[in-house]
């Protein structure tokens, strides 16, 4: 017998157990070949080590020999002597998927029934309440035949919610690259973290590599908590279908990823159903799934000309070449209006119709864009048209609270209610933008004088009703707020505004339960209102559940994609230290397609999340310059904002422009001194252009003023400020 990498002597014998070589060592023991002097036959046999006081062993034990299938490893016994403990199993012949990566690269076919092998196995053991724990492809083997068993079934966990027991080895440096990321941050394990595993194993034997392969150790548990499977890099050569199989099974959020392994063996029974040249060409795609696959010959093919094909089925070519035309026309009916509207002469009658029809959907960011082209279109051929500049008023006023209280855009709603009421002041729609803009002054008593003169002279009005509902609630005067708004929603049961203003007031008193009906009222009136999932969102937020509040924000996302929504998302993954689903959401936000390229403060939030991701500055450079470049003709129209001046100093800081960055935050700090967003900002500025001083100071005056910690710790330019002692003091 050979001594141990560790100089111990190999044991020779184990009761009636002969023991021969040794197979191999893990987390969980030493394995050896051994000869059952009694029963006359080969076995394997694993010493145990690394197992947690009070583990019951024996029943670990039975409920793994339990299991039917044929994958399985089978269990003979659980010897204990004074010493130590070890699982006697069957010796299975051949080699681990690891040994045969080191020599081989499978096919695609063969990989595909590995995995599938492996799933139709493992949902038994789910389904029998045992998770595996430690799937990677040296506890795989394969047989010479080709079957594929599963190693170490001997310490599996029983699936358990209230589980505080994890046999997972205490150095788990061999296997953090197969565990899920919730396993990594310290969730219990489930039937979703070896499906993560075998997804990886998926991963490593269609690429040969396992993600990530030149980190090891808590660098590596970092690069797999902050990435996802969509980043891994993916050989062109490999089909598409499995690419997304990868991704289902290995996706860092949970409940995005394939539910249970009988799912994955589903997908890989289809996929193995194609046949094998189709599936190892590298050409397929998941379109194949859908449809019959035409196994022409390769010489048959070789044989056509192009001249041939064209003349033998000229007439199919036609006939498809009409349908296309025919579908394109009706495809493009949608865009009928918008070429209307281009090539239609102008109308003020038309543009005031259909800009007041987009603004009804005042809670999506694209409509509100749709309705200021039509009322500024109005105004560029009659600048003093009073109802179009009190409806840009109202627009701006949206905007003012959809981008964090911008003062930028309370002044163009100020200055657009000003035209409105000195172009006609016996105009209703006059006196309620004028009241909005007042109210978001916080002038409350001049803001209703205003709209009781909107109500005299239009006493039908919903849009005043709804505006002095808003201003009661403003200034927290709840009680009348509610009174009015079930009057109104009397009045007017059809108008989800009141709906949503009914879930303001409950959320502001507390009343949780009653905010979720008023919210889901809203979203029966209509199903795409974005305010009623932001709304409904920060509910369940306020009550400690999380999940409710994700689901709602992707049932919004689902049922009407939109800017607003994105950027949400974006802010719960982020709150939540997820930043690469906060990524994701956040460019979807400012796509062309699904959000709104124009939003600055979107951009800078994409910035701030690529910032925390390994390998991603040039992105979030690339994601700042969008957002410095989107408020420079803001800044130059307004330019003692103090909001913007601090905002520009930051997002040039980030690019590096240290001259121009300082330029901006000292002339912001000049402005406003006491303002804690504006010193928080200063100091980001500061710290990243070298001036720690500064920054220190900035940051204390921040704190002094009442900015949150949280939204301190949120800067990752600040890690290192942090720890400075000085700030510590």
Known sequence: MSASKDNVKQPEQLLHYQL??????????????????????????????????????????????????????KIHALEQTDDCQAIVMELVPGRTLRQVLETQTPSISHVVDIVLQVAQAMHEAHTAGLIHGDLKPSNLMQEPSGMVRILDFGLAIQADRDVTTSLVQSDPQGTIAYMAPEVLT??????????????????????????????????????????????????DHLPQVLRLLVRAMTTRQVE???????????????????????????????????????????????????RQLVQKWRFVFAALLTSAVLVGVWYSQPYWSQMRSAIAPYSEAR???????AFTNYDRLEMLDKAEQHFSRILENTPQHAAAAASLSLIYSYRYLYDEENPYWLAKA????????????FLALSHIANARVMGLQDKFTLALAEIERAIALDPSSALALGVKTDLFIRAHRLDEALTMVKAAMLRYPAERTFADQLGQIYFQKADFKSAEVAYGLSLQIKPDGSAAYLGLSETFTMQSRAEDSLQVLQS????????????????????????????????????????????????????????????????????????????????????????LLSRMGLYTAKLGENADALMYVQKALVIAPE?????LRAGVSFEMIDMRTQALAAISKAKELGISLKLIESEPELIALRRDPKYLR
């Open 186 to 235: 310290g969730a219990s394990l489930k039937p979703s973290s070896d499906i993560y595993a075998l997804g990886v194993i998926l991963y490593e034997l269609l690429t040969g590599s396992r993600p990530f392969s030149h980190l090891s150790g808590l660098a590596l548990a970092a690069a797999l908590i902050q990435s996802n499977s969509d980043q891994w890099p993916w050989p």
């Open 256 to 306: 995005q990823r394939i539910s249970s392994m009988q799912e994955v063996a589903y997908q890989c029974a289809q996929i193995a159903a194609i046949d094998a040249p189709s599936l190892n060409s590298g050409t397929f795609n998941l379109a194949a799934l859908n449809l019959n696959l035409l196994n022409v010959p390769e010489q048959t093919k070789a044989a056509f000309s192009w």
């Open 351 to 357: 543009e005031m119709q259909l800009g007041l029809e």
């Open 675 to 679: 303002n804690a967003e504006v010193q």
């Open 414 to 425: 100020e200055s657009n209610a000003q035209v409105a009421l000195k172009s006609n002041d």
């Open 556 to 643: 919004g996302l689902k049922n009407r994609p939109g800017a607003e929504l994105y950027k949400a998302l974006g802010n719960h993954y982020f709150a939540s230290g997820d930043y690469v689903g906060a990524a994701s959401a956040y460019e979807n936000a400012v796509s062309v397609d699904k959000g709104n390229p124009a939003d600055y403060l979107a951009w800078a939030k994409l910035g701030d999340t690529m910032s925390w991701l390994p390998g991603k500055s040039d992105v979030a450079k690339t994601a700042y310059s969008k957002a410095r470049n989107l408020l420079q003709p803001r800044l130059k129209d307004d330019p003692n904002n103090v909001d």
């Open 20 to 73: 021969g070589k040794s197979l191999g060592e893990g987390g969980f023991g030493h394995v050896y070949q051994a000869w059952d002097t009694k029963l006359h036959r080969q076995v394997a046999i694993k010493y145990l080590k690394n197992i947690a006081a009070g583990v019951d062993l024996m029943k670990e034990a039975r409920l793994a020999a339990s299991l039917q299938h044929a994958a399985f490893v």
